[in-house]
């Protein structure tokens, strides 16, 4: 059942089964001529089954409502092309609306298996075919209206203003109404977890944009911060600077682990601390290894970007080592 967060707004809680985040906080904001979904859950039964019957109980007319997708990540887009195909408008970023069509062919995750080389994951057998982003995305190109900061959304007696903040994906965005001090950040800010920061590709220092869309967002007035996983944030202005100062401990881990000798983007992150149950690397599950080490691979590419690390290929892998 949908719980009413404001006036006109409400959680519709999709459950994500057999999945660490559990739920995703799709949201429903009612308005008198247009409707507004923010986010999807996964391209699954499960999920469109837990998705559909919180419209229901609103009466949501789907005929008069958009979707708006922060992010490209599966969890987040997984319905938009069924929606889409029922003649959903579909509100996202260009840069993460372009990447949810390319994730939706084949070809896509066959180059993403280079990246095993990359990372030196060979060794370890892992594949895509378990990873949720592949498992669980569109399976079919979205005609998506591209939105970006300084447009509007107007729903009912509500102001969007829409808001970019990258660092989680190239192209994530928000949506902020100034009037009400509403943000609607998706997985920008979490309570309790950290979002995962991961490696996008070579020329963006992706965790050095998420560094900047904390500080960026910090400036706004907001009361309630509306996120795509667990609880709202009740002191937003503190939650960036825990996030700012996880960061900064692991790059501090990373330099450490650097120093024992290990240089490959797997060795990095097999000696890294997670809050996994697993005691060892070895009894990760393969989805897990992929996002520790594109974790890792963000961190490291922000030492290289910040002048402290350098990069070398040998056989296809890449190896880091400090700059002394």
């Known amino acids: 059942m949908p719980i009413k967060v404001y006036h006109d707004i409400y959680r519709n809680e999709i459950q994500l089964p057999k999945n660490p985040l559990k739920v995703l906080n799709s949201y429903i904001i009612l308005g008198e001529d247009r409707n507004l979904i923010i986010d999807t859950g996964f391209n699954s039964e499960e999920c469109k089954a837990s998705f559909m019957a919180g419209l229901k109980e609103l009466d949501v007319d789907l005929s008069k409502t958009d979707l708006f997708i922060t992010h490209l990540h599966a969890d987040h887009s997984g319905l938009a092309a069924t929606l889409n195909k029922e003649g959903m408008t579909v509100y996202t970023s260009k840069k993460d609306g372009e990447m949810i069509n390319e994730m939706s062919s084949e070809a896509y995750w066959e180059k993403f298996e280079s990246y095993k080389k990359i990372f030196d994951l060979e060794k370890d057998h892992v594949s895509f075919d378990d990873h949720p982003g592949y498992k669980y995305c569109t399976k079919e190109p979205i005609a998506f209206t591209a939105l970006q900061e300084g447009d509007i959304l107007q729903i009912g007696d509500y102001s969007f203003d829409v808001v970019d903040i990258p660092g989680h994906t190239p192209g994530q965005i928000g949506l902020y109404e100034g009037k009400h001090k509403l943000f609607f950040c998706g997985d920008h800010i979490l309570d309790r977890i950290t979002p995962n920061i991961a490696f996008w590709e070579f020329d963006e220092d992706s965790l050095g944009t998420y560094f900047k869309s904390l500080k960026k967002v910090k ?92 990069k070398t290929y040998r056989k296809e892998t890449l190896h880091y080592k400090l700059i002394v």
């Open 219 to 310: 400036q706004y007035e907001v009361e309630h911060l509306f996120t795509a996983h667990r609880e709202p944030v009740k002191d937003y202005r503190r939650r960036v600077e825990e996030l700012y100062e996880h960061h900064q401990k692991r790059l501090k881990e990373i330099i450490g682990v650097m120093e024992s000798g290990k240089e490959t983007v797997r060795d990095i992150a097999a000696n890294m601390h997670w809050e996994l149950r697993y005691d060892r690397w070895e009894d990760f599950p393969n989805p897990q290894k992929w996002f520790a080490a594109g974790e890792a691979m963000s961190h490291l590419e922000h030492l290289v970007f910040s002048g402290k690390a350098e």
